[in-house]
């Protein structure tokens, strides 16, 4: 059974810094790798799609990398700023078919002006 | 021009009453699936439907049942409402299966 795990649960840093948010996933046979952020209540926004075959993947200032063998990926935030504060989640599908996908238990990151 | 779109947003209900969630696509995806995220916002995949073939999670109670009268719709319907049902459900589609899946904005269920 497939378990993703996020680390850190929360996370506080000053605007302008770099950041790496993490995950890690039990089960390596995975199709592809997906980040989502969600702000208080609303939907999950998509943000970055890997493939398996694909060691990252980029949009602005956002940059996710997989490592498939060892069962990691992380999500690098280039200069943050205020709005990029939100709860991001890692997700990878269930099985082999449409089985939806297994997702960590997030991140809250809060990025101080 | 919302991608996947759920009503109601907000929906409070008495223990005991059956009620619907509504969630259209216009992405032109195959697979629509239904997810609970509960009061810690984990996130647990309810039903994916692709195809006209539905998968279940193990997990889900037989109150719960997902109705899909076109390729574009994938209702769910929730039988004798309990307490522990109160929680945000999200609607999400995807192309295909192991595809990117793209979510609605969630219904959130109070049932007192």
């Known amino acids: 059974k497939q378990e993703v795990t996020q680390i850190p649960a929360a996370l506080s840093v000053p605007e302008g810094e770099n950041l790496v948010l993490n995950c890690s996933f039990t089960d390596s046979a995975i199709y592809n790798l997906q980040w989502f952020r969600q702000d208080p209540g609303k939907g999950l926004t998509s943000l970055l799609l890997?493939?398996?075959?694909?060691r990252e993947q980029t949009s602005g200032r956002l940059n996710a990398s997989l490592d498939k063998s060892s069962g990691r990926s992380t999500l690098y935030i280039a200069a943050s700023q205020p709005g990029d504060s939100a709860t991001y989640l890692c997700a990878v599908p269930v099985g082999g078919g449409a089985d939806g996908l297994t997702f960590g238990k997030g991140t809250h990151l809060i990025i101080q002006p | 021009d919302t991608a996947v779109s759920q009503t109601p947003k907000y929906l409070v209900t008495q223990m005991g009453n059956d009620k619907s969630i509504k969630c259209e696509q216009n992405l032109g995806h195959d697979t629509m699936y239904w997810y609970k995220q509960d009061s810690k916002k984990f996130l647990k995949i309810m039903f994916s439907y692709n195809n006209k073939e539905l998968i279940i999670n193990e997990t889900v109670p037989n109150r719960f049942s997902p109705k899909s009268p076109d390729k574009a719709h994938l209702n769910l319907h929730i039988n004798s409402l309990e307490l522990g049902d109160s929680a945000v459900y999200f609607c999400a589609s995807s192309p295909w299966v192991n595809t990117e899946a793209f979510f609605g904005q969630g219904t959130r269920l109070t049932v007192v």
């Open positions: 890997i493939q398996s075959s694909q």
